[in-house]
């Protein structure tokens, strides 16, 4: 595999770096930092609503969704975050309906992008495509999975990447 494809599939990796983040949605629990300062683990949720099901184990987040941390942000209509039993850290993380994630000059488009924690994995999928890219450099196909611990990535059904010269 070339240098310039191996920059290329740990830029996307990058990409969903904020998926690999362990995140606490337990909202039952008292805030430990009172001065709310953002630290660099620090995770940020907007949206036009948000629900609570099975007592704060599936949180349901819908319209406008952007998650933000650091210089990382996702965009979609719904993030659906499913907690552990004890509502400490997600297992799973969901976007559903227009997902773009943005990291730098870095990008990714899909329909649905699944992230799930144990076994470290993000599936973008799309339809008739999903879509990364960087600068001019592009790849696209119905299916992306990166397996973040061994730093591969994986395009099924379809594949085109379309490589710069620089």
């Known amino acids: 595999m070339s240098s310039k494809h191996k920059k290329l599939f740990l830029f996307i990796a990058l990409i969903f770096g904020l998926f690999h983040l362990s995140i ?15 630290t660099a683990s620090t995770i940020e949720i ?10 704060g184990q599936k949180i349901i987040f819908s319209g406008n969704v952007s998650v933000s941390s650091d210089i990382t942000v996702i965009t979609s209509d719904i993030v659906e975050v499913y907690n552990n039993s004890d509502k400490k850290e997600a297992e799973e993380i969901v976007a559903i309906g227009n997902v773009k994630i943005t990291r730098g000059n870095k990008k990714a488009r899909g329909d649905r992008a699944v992230y799930l924690k144990n076994l470290q994995k993000i599936i973008l999928t799309g ?3 999903a879509v990364a890219w960087e600068g001019d450099d592009i790849i696209e196909g119905r299916e992306m999975i990166f397996l973040m611990n061994k730093d591969r990535f994986l395009v099924n059904e379809r594949v085109r990447a379309k490589l710069f010269q620089k």
């Open 24 to 38: 606490s949605l337990g909202f039952s629990e008292p805030i430990k930092n009172k001065n709310h300062k953002k």
């Open 46 to 55: 907007t949206s036009d609503r948000m629900r609570s099901e099975n007592g």
């Open 127 to 129: 339809n008739p495509k």
